[in-house]
């Protein structure tokens, strides 16, 4: 429904253009600065002398390791129900446990070294790698929290000089310590009865990018302003918590064949630099902001901007790393999260102590609703999503690979609740209302599942699943068919289990 809005409203905008492009400004332009400060003044730079040398060092240096081990893969994205690999290379590093969902895609942390996790890396240089990423995570999140207390946008009756550490001390301690993340990130002094200020800035992750604009075939031009090619479109950042900081190293690989242009007539952005656009969202008035991004570059997006603002990353002409940090929401999308929810619908399976024999507590409508809800979000939402993007992740660590087992075996177990739901309600014992109820909503569940797993399969199969690399193409797991002797309680196409449901509903009414 969101997606549509945006749809829409893009429509209505270009419509409105038409074939006129908005205003845009660079720091070539005299009213720049001033533009940044009046419209855009919740973004933050920060130029790559004020930022620690052994930082720098430490972090360009993993991004080479990665890309070295080849571990930057180009997303399968869903978009109006179409599959599209992202022009962008990427990987997800961050908290043991945490995803990070965009463009209906799930993508898996590959963890960096927290303390108190046993992780195996593949190698001792991607330990160093995540480490490095870890520690960079430490110091951009004292950098947020030092730009929301110099600009008051926090709840807190008093900030005392403690709260603002000294950049270069905090960095050196960092470094020192063998601390988890929480541990490195709770240095910074925060008042007691200003939680939000942490909460907003204690990033638990970071979405790694990688182009190389002069290998890709076609890149995107940017639709309003006429800005040049595009690297990634205008967007908000999705699936963090509200009003969280956005903080991004860029690092741009420039050398001595790509220049900045020296032409004193040039208009708008230079092409040969990469550049981040802002625009106020869906605004015609305001013009938009092109600033230059070089070799270990800061820029931080504070309180709201992601929300009342869009940016997209305009392409220069050498490849490009970034790291953006990010607060993602983890009300839904961590391990432990939907480990519990596993727990929470297997407390409605029991075994007869003389049997052994499989039954359910309770047919109650709400709970057979929410069990089989749970059902689906770990099929769909995590173990479908997991395996769509092949053995992506075994290049850096095999952690995730436990997990994925421990859901699975728990997934097994819902299948076994839904065939058990499915011979209670064959029977005619129950009160006809409540039996009525229950059939209805689990009807609909068994129908969601059907038409997710139609989609999952199809996607596994299509054009540009098949274009990738071997280790990365989509499996379409978990799948079975009636001929596996995998002891499956239920077939995986359902058509007929749910042609039985509506026939039982038919009867009943």
């Known amino acids: 429904m969101l997606s549509q809005q945006i749809r829409t409203k893009k429509k209505k905008l270009l419509e409105e253009l038409g074939e006129n492009r908005l205003p845009y400004l660079t720091p070539a332009d005299a009213d720049f600065h001033q533009l940044w400060k009046t419209k855009y003044s919740k973004l933050i730079f920060r130029k790559s002398d004020t930022v620690p040398a052994e930082l720098h060092q430490m972090v360009q240096e993993s991004f080479l390791t990665l890309r070295e081990h080849n571990c930057f893969f ?5 978009i109006k129900e179409k599959d599209f690999l992202t022009p962008v290379s990427r990987i997800l590093i961050g908290n043991p446990g945490c995803t990070y969902k965009y463009l209906n895609t799930r993508l898996f942390t590959v963890p960096w070294p927290a303390e108190g996790y046993d992780i195996k890396y593949c190698s001792p240089q991607m330990h160093d790698a995540c480490k490095a990423l870890m520690r960079l995570n430490d110091y951009l999140h004292i950098e947020a929290v030092k730009a929301l207390q110099g600009q008051n946008l926090f709840e807190t009756k008093e900030i005392k000089d403690t709260t603002v550490i000294d950049r270069e001390q905090s960095f050196a301690t960092s470094l020192t310590e063998e601390g988890s993340v929480s541990k490195d990130q709770s240095s910074v002094c925060v008042p007691e009865d200003d939680r939000s200020l942490k909460n907003r800035t204690s990033y638990n992750l970071t979405l790694l990018n990688y182009m190389d604009p002069l290998q890709m075939l076609y890149l995107k031009q940017e639709p309003y302003f006429g800005m040049g090619n595009m690297a990634v479109s205008w967007h908000h950042d999705e699936s963090l918590v509200e009003r969280s900081t956005v903080a991004v190293y860029s690092y741009s690989c420039e050398d001595s064949a790509v220049q900045e242009s020296s032409e004193q007539g040039l208009k708008g952005r230079d092409p040969a630099v990469w550049h981040v656009g802002l625009k106020v969202a869906w605004d015609i008035e305001t013009p938009g ?9 800061i820029y931080l997006m504070l309180d709201d901007l992601n929300m009342t603002h869009q940016h997209c990353v305009l392409a220069g002409l050498s490849p490009r790393f970034s790291s953006t940090h990010r607060v993602a929401d983890s009300s839904r ?3 432990e999260y939907i480990l519990g929810q596993c727990e929470l619908a297997l407390q409605n399976l029991q075994t007869d102590s003389d049997s052994a024999a499989w039954s359910l507590k309770s047919l109650e409508a709400a709970v057979v609703k929410q069990v089989e809800e749970i059902h689906n979000e770990v099929e769909f939402e995590w173990l479908r999503q997991f395996w769509f993007q092949g053995k992506r992740y075994l290049k850096c660590t095999d952690w995730w690979l436990k997990p994925m087992a421990k859901l699975e075996e728990f ?11 499915l011979s209670e309600v064959r ?3 129950q009160i006809e209302e409540q039996r009525n109820e229950t059939i209805s909503c689990f009807l609909l569940l068994l129908k969601e599942r059907q038409k997710l ?3 999952w399969t199809a996607r596994c199969q299509s054009d540009a699943a098949e274009s990738l690399p071997e280790d990365q193409k989509p499996e379409c797991h978990p799948f079975w068919t009636d001929d596996d002797e995998c002891s499956m309680p239920l077939p995986y196409d359902l058509e007929e289990v749910i042609a039985y449901l509506q026939n039982l509903v038919q009867w009943i009414e």
């Open 411 to 421: 997934w097994r177990k819902l299948e076994i609740m839904t065939s058990l739901v």
């Open 74 to 78: 180009q997303d399968l994205v869903r």
């Open 289 to 297: 902001l092109a600033v230059p991004l070089h070799q270990g570059d």
């Open 453 to 455: 797993r139609k989609e």
């Open 427 to 429: 029977k005619e014992q």
């Open 333 to 335: 999308g961590t391990l």
